[in-house]
């Protein structure tokens, strides 16, 4: 037998023998993971565009530099993976089939979200964070937030 075909029949055996492991837990409840992951990145792409109107007067709040824009992206990529996350089986079991739906909707706003912050437009990061709090608060209407001992517990399997 070739070199060749031993390391395909390795690679092949190792790729099938991590199919038939059960998905490991998550690290993190979904209280953590929004408290520590989601709530902080979302805050950075809904804080990096804003109009505000007060007793200083009124004001812009724009990203200025080319690493501003990018830590926007960044932001929008990350709750894409975030919503990717949700869709794993660590994080659906015990939930209705809505779970995957506000998290395929997360997805794909954080993709719109990814391309405003790439365009380098205000108006569209203003208005795509805009969606993204409904569906977040969608989701929260329906999935709240709890304050009891599993909103701080690590899973156990």
């Known amino acids: 037998m070739s070199k060749a075909r031993i390391l395909a029949a390795t690679a092949l055996a190792v790729l099938l023998a991590g199919c038939n492991q059960a998905p490991a837990a ?9 408290a520590q992951d ?11 565009v804003q109009y505000i109107s007060d007793e200083k007067g009124n004001r812009d709040i724009v990203p200025q530099t080319d690493a501003d824009w990018q830590r926007v992206k960044d932001a929008a990529t990350k709750i894409v993976g975030y919503a990717e996350l949700l869709k794993t ?8 089939d809505d779970w995957v739906q506000f998290a395929n909707s997360l997805a794909e706003v954080g993709k719109q ?6 365009e380098k437009s205000p108006d569209k990061v203003f208005e795509v964070g805009g969606t993204m709090y409904s569906v977040c608060s969608a989701c929260h209407m329906v ?7 599993e909103a701080s517990a690590t899973p156990s399997g």
């Open 26 to 34: 998550p690290d993190k409840t979904v209280q953590q993971l929004m």
């Open 38 to 48: 989601v709530q902080p990145t979302a805050d950075i792409y809904w804080k990096a």
């Open 89 to 96: 089986p660590g994080y659906t079991e015990g939930r209705n």
């Open 113 to 118: 979200a990814e391309q405003a912050a790439a």
């Open 143 to 149: 999935y709240p937030a709890t304050t009891g001992p």
